[in-house]
């Protein structure tokens, strides 16, 4: 293989991997001149691919889907298969192969032409594979471009229905998409709210990219693991109650941490906190977490409230007694 063919083959690497690479860096990381990578950049155009270029000091060169698939030694029936499949894997969540998949899957249907991904949708509507229990449906499109923005950096505009259909439109950086139980979710961060969110995937109705680049804000991968547990457990519970406490919002989210999603400011010395559980035991459980002194009111629900007051009273009762005899 001549050295022309492997720079031009190590170019369309790095076109792949990010949607947006200034010629500058590109030179960089090949060793050659800006000029030199032009006509690496012709070259693959000729093979086929669609090298896009933008002038000027923020210029650069950027991987675009054509008017045919490039030569991946794919057919056109093989690459629809393969992107029919990737997104079903994608969508049930394979054990162990959640990243991979989404990265193949971005990969591929960047560079598919528009007639190919419209044989992709149509077909992928009509297989229907088993699902686990009631796992919310999730759009395989929505999914991929979602993951190709996450890996390129690239800030997005969503359209999003909350849980009880409020919809609206957030402007965010996307970090990681994770799956945990039986739903994805996106870890962003808000650029209106100034603020981590976490959304589920499956309530994002539209994704738009805005073409607008962003620096990775740092975050640890065990916050990532713990916002989205959060998320994942921020689910309609039996049992919902919200408690009042006698904590300024600022204070209460600083000792709360992540656990403090969906607390609002009641006033400004109070905090208004949404909790709930499986069963009374369960809601009762996030009340303990409290801290020490600080006084609180709550709209725990009947008939839980007069079971937790029980519960509460005969405690008490254990407790002011005398310690039972120790036998033996």
């Not at 012709?42 to 950027?62: C, N």
């Not at 969110?197 to 991968?221: G, K």
Request: hydrophobic share 40%.
């Amino acid at each position: 293989m001549s050295d022309t063919t492997s720079r031009a083959l190590a170019l369309l690497n790095l076109l792949q991997t990010h949607r947006h690479w200034p010629g500058t860096e590109l030179a960089s990381r090949l060793r050659v001149t800006e000029r030199t990578v032009r006509r690496d950049v012709d070259r693959l155009r000729d093979l086929g691919y669609r090298v896009e270029s933008t002038p000027g000091a923020a210029g650069g060169y950027r991987l675009e889907a054509g008017s045919a698939v490039p030569p991946l030694l794919l057919t056109d029936d093989e690459a629809v298969t393969m992107a029919i499949g990737l997104r079903v894997a994608a969508t049930q969540q394979l054990v162990g192969g959640a990243e991979v998949t989404l990265t193949a899957l971005a990969k591929l249907e960047q560079v598919l032409p528009s007639a190919l991904r419209r044989r992709v949708n149509a077909l992928a509507e009509s297989v229907q594979p088993p699902r686990i229990g009631d796992a919310p449906v999730v759009s395989p499109e929505v999914l991929g471009e979602i993951a190709l923005a996450t890996r390129d950096t690239e800030r997005l505009r969503l359209r999003y229905v909350d849980g009880v259909g409020v919809e609206s439109i957030r402007r965010v950086e996307p970090h990681a998409l994770a799956p945990a139980g039986r739903k994805w979710f996106l870890l962003c961060w808000d650029l209106d709210r100034d603020d981590w969110r976490t959304f589920r995937v499956d309530r994002i109705e539209t994704v738009e990219h805005t073409r607008v680049l962003f620096a990775r804000r740092p975050i640890t991968p065990e916050e990532i693991e713990e916002r989205v547990f959060v998320a994942s457990s921020w689910s309609p519970q039996k049992v919902e109650a919200d408690a009042v406490m006698d904590l300024p919002l600022d204070e209460m989210q600083e000792r709360f941490g992540v656990w403090s999603q969906g607390a609002t400011a009641e006033d400004a010395q109070r905090t208004r906190w949404p909790f709930g559980g499986s069963d009374w035991r369960d809601a009762m459980y996030a009340l303990l977490w409290i801290p020490e002194g600080v006084e609180y009111t709550t709209t725990f629900p009947e008939p839980w409230r007069a079971e937790l007051r029980e519960a509460v009273e005969r405690m008490l009762r254990a407790l002011d007694a005398p310690a039972p005899d120790v036998v033996g």
